[in-house]
């Protein structure tokens, strides 16, 4: 049997709840570990030509760095701190480049939850500049709009065919969505 090995990292890391001690997801796929330490050293030194008796070392910082190439939404939302959460939740703000039809509207692709009052459109001069912005009231006068089911009915002078609008709203999600949460007051909860 030769003496000699070959030393190969597999990069498998299980995450742990802090407090419970259970297991929170597993990583197979990290493409780079490191584990740095430093701290402060203190020397006690004393005796004829005041030499180096003994040296302790304290403020002990240890800091591990790991590059997982995929997303994990539940490792995520550990280390901002907060569980991961599932159900609705306010979508801030959604923005889309709508093109006007021969009947001068635009449709919202998320009109069924559309948060009421949310609603801002501009015209969208250039490629990404806003233009004049659209206001709710009476389709008669230009710069106008009015909206019923997501359907959007710009002024006939304002939104001619092909006319490029850019809108910002909010909606709701539905039941299914992911929420993560950075809040300043929260810390990771995990152990590796």
Same mark, same amino acid.
């Given at each position: 049997?030769?003496?000699? /090995?070959?030393?190969?990292?597999?990069?498998?890391?299980?995450?742990?709840?802090?407090?419970?001690?259970?297991?929170? &997801?597993?990583?197979?796929?990290?493409?780079? !570990?490191?584990?740095?330490?430093?701290?402060?050293?203190?020397? &006690?030194?004393?005796?004829? +030509?005041?030499?180096?008796?003994?040296?302790?070392?304290?403020?002990? #910082?240890?800091? =591990?760095?790991?590059?997982?190439? /995929?997303?994990?939404?539940?490792?995520?939302?550990?280390?901002?701190?907060?569980?991961?959460?599932? +159900?609705?939740?306010?979508?801030?703000?959604?923005?889309?480049? /709508?093109?006007?039809?021969?009947?001068?509207? #635009?449709?919202?692709?998320?009109?069924?939850? /559309?948060?009421? +009052?949310? &609603?801002? #459109?501009?015209? &969208? @001069?250039?490629?990404?500049?806003?233009?004049?912005?659209?206001?709710?009231? @009476?389709?008669?006068?230009?710069? !106008?709009?009015?909206?019923?089911? +997501?359907?959007?009915?710009?002024?006939? !002078?304002?939104?001619?065919?092909? !006319?490029? =609008?850019?809108?910002?709203?909010?909606?709701?999600?539905?039941?299914?969505?992911?929420?993560?949460?950075?809040?300043?007051?929260?810390?990771?909860?995990?152990?590796?």
């Amino acid at each position: 049997m030769s003496k000699q /090995l070959g030393i190969k990292e597999v990069l498998n890391l299980t995450f742990y709840d802090f407090v419970t001690g259970k297991a929170l &997801l597993s990583a197979d796929y990290a493409t780079d !570990t490191s584990i740095d330490s430093k701290a402060t050293r203190l020397d &006690l030194t004393g005796g004829q +030509g005041n030499y180096k008796l003994m040296s302790f070392d304290h403020s002990k #910082i240890m800091t =591990f760095k790991s590059t997982l190439p /995929l997303c994990d939404l539940v490792m995520l939302s550990q280390l901002a701190g907060k569980p991961l959460t599932t +159900g609705k939740a306010l979508v801030l703000p959604k923005k889309e480049i /709508l093109i006007a039809d021969a009947t001068n509207k #635009i449709t919202l692709s998320e009109a069924t939850t /559309l948060v009421t +009052g949310s &609603l801002q #459109i501009n015209l &969208l @001069e250039d490629e990404r500049d806003l233009g004049e912005e659209q206001i709710l009231g @009476e389709v008669t006068a230009p710069n !106008t709009y009015s909206i019923a089911a +997501g359907v959007v009915t710009l002024n006939a !002078t304002t939104a001619p065919l092909g !006319t490029r =609008f850019v809108v910002f709203y909010n909606y709701t999600s539905p039941t299914t969505a992911s929420q993560v949460t950075f809040t300043a007051n929260n810390f990771p909860g995990l152990t590796i």
